[in-house]
């Protein structure tokens, strides 16, 4: 079967950094998404990684390691509104996406 | 542009019943999706559609059904509903056979079978 791991719940400062991680076991693997998915809406694509190393996207960043069958999302200068889900997904070898359960970040003031 | 719609936004409904949940998108994507999201368990795929006309199943298909007749829409079935298939249902597309085949979801349906 399929396994991705990612924390449940994390907690940081307005304007601190947090950085969410991502562990997998799929069959196959051509890429890793990261989706964005705020209470009650609908996940919105954040990043896409297929080579080792890291995309930076503004205040977000992902990072990966195929060999280590690792990722994550890094959120700098986090504001009020980074207060989200963030799903870690998996595009498997038949591409198709597997998720993680998603990890809910809080950020306080 | 509209992207994705889905309807409805939300529904309760008597175990037994059949219900359609409808899906249509305006992107021309070729590949269409269907997702359950539950507590603690992520989303998992219920059906997909690479393209029209064909049809196949995801991890958790038992009690769904689909048709892709056209491009635009990919409604999903639940030919007798149960409780356990209370669930917020996501539709999503992608335009498909692509590397980098990106996933745009819609707004989601949340359905309570009692």
């Given at each position: 079967?399929?396994?991705?791991?990612?924390?449940?719940?994390?907690?940081?400062?307005?304007?601190?950094?947090?950085?969410?991680?991502?562990?997998?076991?799929t069959?196959?693997?051509?890429?890793?998404?990261?989706?964005?998915?705020?209470?009650?809406?609908?996940?919105?694509?954040?990043?896409?990684?297929?080579?080792?190393g890291?995309?930076e996207?503004?205040?977000?960043?992902?990072?990966l390691?195929?060999?280590?069958?690792?990722?994550?999302?890094?959120?700098?200068?986090?504001q009020?509104?980074d207060?989200?889900?963030?799903?870690?997904?998996?595009?498997?070898?038949?591409?198709?996406?597997?998720?993680?359960?998603?990890?809910?970040?809080?950020?306080?003031? | 542009?509209?992207?994705?719609?889905?309807?409805?936004?939300?529904?309760?409904?008597?175990?037994?019943?059949?219900?359609?949940?409808?899906?249509?998108?305006?992107?021309?994507?070729?590949?269409?999706?269907?997702?359950?999201?539950?507590?603690?368990?992520?989303?998992r795929?219920?059906?997909?559609?690479?393209?029209?006309?064909?049809?196949g199943?995801?991890?958790?298909?038992?009690?769904?059904?689909?048709?892709?007749?056209?491009?635009?829409?990919?409604?999903?079935?639940?030919a007798?509903?149960?409780?356990?298939?209370?669930s917020?249902?996501?539709?999503?597309?992608?335009?498909?056979?692509?590397?980098?085949?990106?996933?745009?979801?819609?707004?989601?349906?949340?359905?309570?079978?009692?």
């Amino acid at each position: 079967g399929q396994n991705i791991d990612q924390p449940t719940e994390m907690t940081a400062t307005e304007g601190a950094i947090v950085q969410i991680n991502c562990t997998y076991q799929t069959s196959g693997f051509n890429g890793l998404f990261w989706y964005q998915q705020h209470a009650g809406e609908a996940p919105t694509f954040l990043s896409y990684n297929v080579l080792d190393g890291l995309e930076e996207k503004g205040r977000f960043s992902s990072f990966l390691s195929r060999s280590k069958g690792y990722s994550y999302l890094l959120l700098k200068e986090l504001q009020m509104k980074d207060s989200a889900s963030y799903l870690c997904a998996v595009l498997r070898g038949d591409y198709k996406l597997s998720f993680g359960a998603g990890t809910t970040v809080t950020v306080r003031a | 542009i509209a992207g994705i719609t889905q309807a409805p936004t939300s529904q309760i409904l008597a175990a037994g019943r059949r219900m359609t949940l409808r899906c249509t998108q305006d992107m021309r994507h070729n590949a269409m999706y269907w997702y359950r999201q539950d507590l603690g368990l992520g989303l998992r795929l219920i059906h997909y559609s690479n393209t029209a006309g064909t049809t196949g199943k995801g991890e958790v298909p038992d009690g769904y059904s689909v048709s892709r007749a056209n491009t635009d829409d990919f409604p999903l079935t639940l030919a007798s509903a149960v409780p356990s298939q209370t669930s917020v249902y996501f539709c999503a597309s992608s335009e498909g056979g692509a590397d980098t085949d990106t996933q745009y979801f819609g707004p989601g349906t949340r359905l309570t079978v009692l």
